[in-house]
RNA sequence: GCCGAUGUAGCUCAAUGGCAGAGCAGCUGUUUUGUAAACAGCAGGUUGUCGGUUCGAGCCCGACCGUCGGCUCCA
């Protein structure tokens, strides 16, 4: 979004929006005051809160922020009025120049207007198409959370200005509520779940960005594929393996090299000459599958599957824990039909995307068409008809389908548009998970074709889609979507036996032999440690299960259930215990236990 | 990659430029326990790495590596 957009959009803010906004500019104030010779740039509303960018004279540190705030403070007692007025063109940017605000003066000479609007409260005078409240006192509770720094206008080759994080709200109580939910974000980041639960780790001696998946990780991974695999198997996908390294000339072909360079680890040369490189994409590899005997439109759609792992050579600074990585395996296909097949091939896709999402229990999530920015010819193939091609394609199948859905220019991939589906992580952040993408542009490459009805050579049409994206970043998603209760069947131990005393341990193996035979995954806590310890330490791993064993229980052939929700549901006999937890395995239910809601859960 | 912060025991954290510590986890022993932490003892560290300043560096300075928050990019 440009700045000047950015302008116009303020126009439409909410009432919330409105005084985030302001409470802006009082921080620009306070800016202003607290560090002589401060330029400013943008300082708009955002979800939750405001920013201000700005160049000082010296970086800000956390420090900084108590001062800053206690001078908004001040503003905000004083109760100014916010004053609107609109100037020439000229005026404000005599005003500016003199006053040393080269970023103001920018964004006035990329407005088209005669006048522009000025808006000042006490004594901060700013560019402004506002709305603003009436005055500084009608600012509620502020809170500065963060420093960062920003390109000025997103523009990496631009000056890096250091940009003010804040929020505000109504009142005080609102604050506190939007601190607390942040709070609760941190305790359910994947990170600190992935570390408590031992499910994964990185180690900087294998290197940034390269996780290795521990037992319990591991065993959530394998379940989600089988389940993914499965699914696909019904749906006529067929699974293959192919190597993680190729050809450089393979990427070349595929214009990978041209408009993928970036992304990718520098090839590696061998004495022969030869140049092999990992890939940062799966789709050549399933290309010379396809390619491997001629086709007939009889054997049309073709759907190559793989947990295709690759290596994408992400920027340092844009590393984070599973849901950003450098080596991933993503649960991809591609699909090559006819241009008949397309619409019907892709409406299939979006069933399994909703489908899948339903077993998961997502609920919030969003479609956005991905299209090229016309204006970036490096970056995507600069190829005009079959742009316009893809995009109809695409937004008739999303038409058909009723799928309400938002634009994002300059997110398509270089050889095609797609529809990406969007969940929100649990900071907030937008995040891809499921991709379908339309691509005209391989097969010309790559020269593909099929044998119509009519024995002429046709060109095929590829969709390259991944459901559950790369297992990484689902798992990311998953860890955050569940705050760490995995659902049984996805739960990595799924009961423990807790027996009372050492005299109960042979009982306790019973027990888990049952639940083993059965195919659940049970451990035993057989540790000198009291039934309370056992108990604690089960609860912080979140096992959904556990059943604690002592005379009673052996005696009775039953165990004693107490769910991770905390509800102890008492003795239950051992069988109906089993057969169950089998049915609730089986049918990959989100419920703990019949008698106990899901979303208590 | 860029801006800023940050890095101490497996984890969470202490320690004015002057002997590197605690809780939890681990190990050993005692305890045999009824639904979220029994008790005692022991062990655990070239303070991310390399260099510099200093009589002396966990602490100050520089470079590099990693992590965190953003920006850019993105599955």
Redesign the pocket.
């Known amino acids: 979004m440009s700045v000047e957009e950015e302008l116009n959009l303020s126009v439409a803010y909410t009432p919330i929006q409105r005084m985030r906004h302001s409470a802006a500019h009082v921080m620009a104030e306070a800016v202003q005051d607290l560090f002589p010779g401060a330029r400013f740039a943008i300082g708009p509303a955002i979800e939750d809160g405001f920013y201000y960018d700005m160049e000082l004279p010296r ?4 420090d900084d922020l108590p001062a800053i705030e206690e001078r908004m403070r001040q503003s905000i007692a004083a109760n100014h009025p916010f004053v609107q007025s609109k100037w020439p063109r000229e005026k404000a940017l005599e005003y500016f120049k003199q006053r040393d605000q080269p970023y103001k003066v920018e964004i006035i000479e990329n407005l088209p207007d005669a006048e522009v609007g000025i808006y000042q409260q006490g004594p901060f005078l700013d560019l402004c198409r506002g709305p603003h409240v009436a005055s500084t006192g009608e600012i509620g509770a502020v809170k500065l959370l ?6 000025w206008r ?1 523009d ?1 080759h631009r000056p ?1 200005l ?2 003010l994080y804040g929020t505000a709200w109504f009142t005080q109580e609102e604050l506190d509520a939007y601190l607390e939910r942040l709070e609760e974000a941190r305790r359910r ?1 994947h ?1 600190k779940i992935g ?1 408590d639960l031992d499910l994964f780790m ?1 180690s ?1 001696e294998i ?3 390269l996780p290795l998946w521990l037992p319990k990780g591991a065993t959530v991974r394998r379940l989600l594929e089988d389940y993914i695999v499965g699914v696909e198997r019904a749906q006529g996908y067929q699974h293959v393996y192919t190597p993680n390294l190729a050809k450089l000339d393979l990427y070349k072909t595929s214009g990978h090299w041209e408009h993928y360079q970036d ?1 990718m680890y520098p090839p590696m040369e061998m004495e022969s000459g030869e140049e092999l490189v990992l890939r940062p994409m799966n789709c050549p590899h399933h290309i010379q599958i396809y390619k491997q005997k001629m086709r007939s439109y009889r054997d049309l759609p073709i759907r190559i599957a793989e947990l295709g792992t690759m290596y ?1 050579l ?8 599973l849901s ?3 080596a ?1 395996t ?1 649960n991809d296909a591609h699909i090559f039909c006819t241009p008949e097949q397309m619409l019907g091939e892709f409406i299939g896709v979006v069933r399994l995307v909703q489908e899948t999402y339903k077993v998961m229990g997502f609920e919030n999530y969003s479609y956005r068409l991905s299209l090229r920015d016309p204006n970036d010819k490096v ?1 995507f193939e600069q190829n005009e008809e079959m742009w316009q091609r893809s995009e109809a394609a695409l937004r008739q199948a999303l038409d058909q389908l009723g799928l309400s859905y938002y634009e994002g220019i ?2 398509a ?1 270089f050889y095609g548009p797609k529809l ?1 589906v969007q969940v929100a992580n649990v ?1 907030g ?1 937008d ?3 499921s ?1 379908i993408q339309l691509d005209f542009t391989l097969p010309e490459k790559f020269n593909l074709e099929y044998i119509g009805e009519d024995g002429q050579a046709h060109r095929p049409v590829m969709i390259h889609r ?1 459901i559950l ?2 297992m ?2 689902f798992m990311a998603f998953l860890i955050e979507n569940y705050a760490g209760n995995f659902p049984v069947w996805l739960a990595p131990v799924q009961a423990v036996v807790i027996p ?4 109960h341990a042979g009982y306790a193996n019973q027990v888990a032999a049952a639940l083993n035979a059965a195919g659940l995954r049970v451990e035993v806590d057989g540790r ?6 056992k ?2 330490d089960a ?2 791993q979140k096992v959904p299960y ?1 059943l ?1 064993v ?4 052996a005696e009775s052939n039953a165990v ?1 259930l ?1 769910l991770r929700t ?1 509800e ?1 549901i ?1 003795a239950v006999p051992l069988a109906d215990f089993v057969a169950q937890a089998s049915q609730l395995n089986a049918s990959r239910s989100r419920d703990l236990w019949p008698s106990v809601a899901a979303s208590a859960q």
């Not at 970086?59 to 956390?62: A, E």
């Not at 992400?314 to 824990?321: I, R, T």
């Open positions: 970086p800000l540190t956390p963060r420093v960062a720094g920003a390109y997103g990496e890096m250091q940009r980041d990170r570390k990185i900087d290197g940034a960005g992304s994408r992400e920027k340092s600074g844009e590393l984070a824990g950003r990585v450098r991933m993503l970056k300059g997110d991939a990406d900071l952040k995040e891809t998970i991709t991944g994206s790369t990484e970043r009372i005393a050492d005299r000198s440690e009291r039934m309370n310890a108990v604690r609860q912080m556990m604690v002592g005379d009673k229980e004693s107490r905390n102890n008492g």
